[in-house]
Each structure stands twice: as C-alpha cells, then as structure tokens.
C-alpha cells in the first residue's frame, strides 16, 4: 500500500482544479500522505510483509488448528449474538429518543455513546463485577443456573455493551427523517402497529439497522478491553481471537499472532467494504423515499 | 396521501399509546441495565473502603506516574493528529485530485484494525525479532515495552479522529471566504488563523474531544506494546488492569472511577458541542431530506 501511495505524490501535486485560488495544496497533502504512510501504512505493511514470509504450510497450521478454529467460532458467534441483541434493542431505544417525549430522554441520548467514552478496562472490570456470582445482577442469574461471568454469556453481555451505541447512532437520523404522513395514513387504513411497523416502517429503516448491526459485528470481532476480563480466558472454551493474538505474543511466536491478525484483519476489512456498500443503498434507498 | 392523515392524526395516536408506554419502559430498563449499572458499581466499589483508601489509590506514585503517562500520550495524540487533520482537510476538501477517495478510505484504515493488532504491526516492526529490532537493539533505542511504543500505538489508534470531523465539515464549507481573504490581500498564514480557524474551531475541538477520550482510554494497543512497567509504562488504564489483577479491587476501582470522570467530562463536552452547533444551523431541518 505504501508503494502505491509514494509515487503518487508527484503526480496529484500538478492536478490542482483551481491553480491559482488557494496556497498551500502541495505542503498540505504531502504532510498528509507522509503522515499516513509513517503511522498507518508502513506498520499495516509489516504485518503483511510478515506474513508472506511464512510459507503456506505455516500459516495453515497457524490459522487453523482446533485452538484458533475454537476461539474464532466463539468470537464470532458472540459478537454476532451481540450485534442481533443491539439490532433488536437500539431500534426500541433509538425509536424512543426520536419519537417520544419523556423525562430523562436527553440523559438517556447523552449516555448512548458512554461505550464510546469509557476506557474498555473499565467497562470489563465493571462488567465482570457486576455478573459475577456474587455482583448485583450475577446473584440473582446463578440460582436460575445461568453463569455469566467467565462464560460465552458474558463475552456477549461486554460485546452488547461496546456495541449499543453503533446501532443507535446510525438508526437516529433515519427515524428523524421519516414521514409520519406515512404511518398515519396506514393506521388510518385500519393496520395495527405491527402491521405498520412491518409494512411501511421497516423496508425504510432496514438498510440502517443492517448498517448498524454490521458496524456493532466488526467491532465486536476486535474488541478486547472489556472482554478480557469477565471472559475467564479458558483455551477452547472461552478465548477470544484477539486474547490468542496477545498469547501468541507473549510465547515469542510472532508468526503464530500475525497468521491469525492477518485472518481477523481480512475479515473486518471484508465487513468494513460491505458496510460501505450498505451506506451506498442505505442513502440511494432514502432518497428514492424522499422522491417518491 | 397527506389530505387522507389530517383527518385522523389523533387516531394514530390514541391506537399507538400502550406501544409507546411499553416501548419507552424497554429503553430505560435497558439503558439502566446496560449502560447506568456499571457505572454505579464503579463508584460504589470505589468507596467501599472509604474515601481515605480512593484517595490514597489515586495518589500514590504508581498512580501518579501512570496520571502523567497518560497525560502525556494523550497530549501527543492531539498535536500528532490535530495537525494532521488539519492538513488532511484542507488537501481534502479545498482541492481537487486523483485519488482522493483512495485517500480517504485510508484515512478511515485504522478504525478498521482492532485494538490488538494495531498494537501488533508495531512489535513487528520494532520489537527484538521485528523488521528493525536488531538495528535498534545495536543503537540502545527502545520503542517496545518504552515509552515511544504507547505514543505510536496511541497516535495510531486515534489517527482519524480530527480528520473525519473536518473534511465534511470543511466541504459543506466550501472555499468563498477564504479566496475572499486572499483577494483582499492576506497572506496564507493570515487566512487561515483569521478565517478557516475560527470557521472551523468547534469541529475541531469536537474531534480532539473525541481523540482525547480514545487516547486517554486505549486499552488494547498499548497493552501490546508496553510491557505493563509499573511506574514506567503503565498508563491510567493498564495500572487499572495490574491493580484488579492484583485482587486490589478497591484501589483499581478507585484509578477506574478516575476514567469514568474523564468519560462523563467527554460526552458532556461532546453533547454541549451537539447543541451548540445544532443552533447554529437550526434554519436547516436535521433530516434532511424531508
């Protein structure tokens, strides 16, 4: 990427739209693509150089024996169980911030990016306290028999937690932007809320929840601050990736930690691009609505 | 469509009630359990042991290093990626070039690279077995497990912050006052201290805001990089994880309840910035498109 980016320079330094008009386009973009290489591109490079050194033999062996398969299945499917909670739960909520009145509903939007704002650390150890046997909310589950800290359960209570505020945030300003003509004209038609919801609500709001969802999925892929700590780190059982990067790491085995970084990394560039795509249809889609 | 609704706007509402009552019991249960719980039992974990032994945990010098440590990364942060957001809009969003969508998905990069890696590339980059480990073992400069390594990770992490506020912010902009300054004879510097600045100031302090709270709060990273020396290498949140895994809980929830200020002080920040700047261009619906 960084040899892409260097022999650009030259070149998009002549292609000023408008010459004369404002100074400062060479010494700003260089500063900017230097900048971007030293602390972006050239670290991201190493690790890919890092892996084309192993040979394929190694990094299979890397990627995918039975501890790394076991703690990307667990990461995966806890991240993905927390991002559908939030898909479900960050409508209501973000529903409720938009369309109704009640008190304390500018504190309850203030504190949806508190995941955004608390150091992860605090939230694992938060967490972990909270869910543990003997924590205020861990009591009264372990006599019903559910363990939640140091079980996958309590992985995805962290992941729930880091990603609530990515499905509110991106569902917000599509609530804002509907029509109300719309639902009440549907109601007045005789359809019931549900049938409103289904029928003229969600083919409008769904490319955002999916946008949401996918943003709370990646970043849940990578998290590791909050989960660290109310996970109980067993190999097999509770490991996340990220954790067997770090494990890996501290073994000295560099190979074994950039094999699997290099799979998680693959993945969330893969979700990033989808993403992308979404946002595309998400705008194209509301502005077909605003037309029509 | 509309002339059907105004006949019966009150219908909707009346059928809607128990959904809105149940709907807006669900946020605030939810956000209770979610989001208000874990602070509560920070702070309350915090004073269990009074508020001589909080006091005590946050003061001591283990602490205290780990305050100026964290003070100090944060501080680069800013100036590291305040200029560069800067830069980056002013490239951006005052002129055109190829490539200019390349440039801003890779400007976005590092949001997509989890907390772990982003501390990883640079251990293989500078840690003993990295690309430049021995050259730099053979010159007695230490970046892993040192200071520079947080820094790096630090600034790594938080590289987009500043950027993604300005370059929307600068586009909606647009160019006119500037080129006005610069026709009535300002020089370059003087433009951009006495016009794009203060155009700009509450985007800009909104993104340091924001890449103040990750810099300061970076956990994974610079977890990677430090080696977790106590009063060398530890910032606020790893001096949090050696105390709890100490079985210190009561100091590590007092250094906790410390964050927790700082994330309060950030979203009331960020909200007040919210309003602030939803006045200013209240003529315009936030919707948009309606």
Known sequence: ?292 | MSIAVSHHPGLARARFRPVRATLIAVTLAFLALLLVLPLAVVLVEALRMGLATCLHAITEPAALAAIRLTLLTAGVALLANGLFGLAAAWAIARFEFRGKSLLLSLIDLPFAVSPVISGLVFILLFGLHGWLGQWLAAHEIRIIFAVPGILLATVFVTFPFVARELIPLMQEQGSEQEQAALVLGAGPWQTFWRVTLPNIKWGLLYGLILCNARAMGEFGAVSVVSGHIRGRTNTLPLHVEVLYNEYNFAAAFSVASLLILLALVTLVLKTALEWKVARGIAPRPRGGHS
């Open chain 1, 1 to 292: 990427m960084s040899a892409a980016a260097a022999p650009l320079l030259p070149r998009l330094l002549g292609r000023s739209a408008a010459p004369a008009a404002l100074p400062g386009f060479g010494l700003s973009l260089g500063f900017t693509l230097f900048y971007l290489s030293l602390i972006v591109l050239l670290p991201l490079s190493a690790l890919f150089f890092k892996a084309g050194t192993l040979g394929w033999e190694e990094f299979w062996r890397a990627t995918v024996n039975p501890r790394v398969l076991a703690s990307y299945r667990l990461t995966f499917t806890t991240a993905f169980v927390a991002a559908a909670v939030n898909a479900l739960f960050g409508l209501i909520v973000a529903w409720s911030l938009v369309r109704y009145r009640f008190p304390g509903r500018r504190l309850a939007d203030a504190l949806i990016d508190l995941p955004f704002a608390l150091p992860t650390a605090v939230s694992g150890i938060a967490l972990t306290t909270l869910y543990s046997s003997h924590g205020w909310v861990g009591r009264w589950l372990e006599p019903l028999g559910i363990r939640a800290a140091y079980s996958p359960l309590g992985i995805t209570i962290a992941l729930t937690f880091i990603g609530l505020p990515f499905v509110v945030r991106t569902l917000q300003p599509v609530i804002e932007g509907l029509e109300r003509e719309q639902e009440e004209a549907a109601v007045s038609l005789g359809a019931n809320p549900w049938q409103t919801l289904r029928r003229v609500l969600f083919p409008v709001i769904a490319p955002a929840l999916l946008t949401g969802f996918a943003l709370a999925f990646a970043r849940g892929l990578g998290e590791y601050g909050s989960v660290i700590f109310i996970s109980g780190n067993l190999p097999y059982r509770t490991e996340i990736a990220s954790l067997l990067i770090v494990t890996r790491l501290e073994e000295y085995d560099y190979a074994g930690a950039t094999a699997i970084a290099v799979v998680m990394l693959l993945a969330s560039f893969a979700l990033m691009l989808g993403i992308n795509a979404l946002q595309h249809w998400s705008a194209r889609r509301l502005g077909q609505g605003g037309a029509a």
